[in-house]
Nanobody
Framework: VQLQASGGGLVQAGGSLRLSCAASGLSFSNYIMGWFRQTPGKEREFVATIRWAGRSTDYAESVKGRFTISRDNAENTVYLQMNSLKPEDTAVYSC?????????????????????WGQGTLVTVSS
């Protein structure tokens, strides 16, 4: 299993970025996908998650209304559209995957609950 995140970069406050995470080696539609972020000296924190069907999502309070997670099961890719970026959004963003049964209707929010991780992509928001 491999998760490859991309799309990070430097952006001014108020700007937008779209992160992508390409998955391979797994049956993508059987997995809940998540985005997490981490800054130096802090624990990795949950950002957003999406169930396999793509219509059920959840977000950290700090990004609600600004970030949108989506997925393309045909392309095995999950996206994180980030708008109205703030300097406090600066972090390394990583995508993660956890396999679930078809009838599972919940979400996962903790790092330890995810099975696979991508390498991370750096997002820097300047003030």
């Amino acid at each position: 299993v491999q998760l490859q995140a991309s799309g990070g970069g430097l952006v001014q406050a108020g700007g937008s970025l779209r992160l992508s995470c390409a998955a391979s080696g797994l049956s993508f539609s059987n997995y809940i996908m998540g985005w997490f972020r981490q800054t130096p000296g802090k624990e990795r924190e949950f950002v957003a998650t999406i169930r396999w069907a793509g219509r059920s999502t959840d977000y950290a309070e700090s990004v609600k209304g600004r970030f949108t997670i989506s997925r393309d099961n045909a392309e095995n890719t999950v996206y994180l559209q980030m708008n109205s970026l703030k300097p406090e959004d600066t972090a390394v963003y990583s995508c993660a995957a956890v396999r679930v049964l078809a009838y599972f209707r919940g979400f996962y929010y903790r790092e330890s609950e995810y099975d696979y991780w991508g390498q991370g992509t750096l997002v820097t928001v300047s003030s």
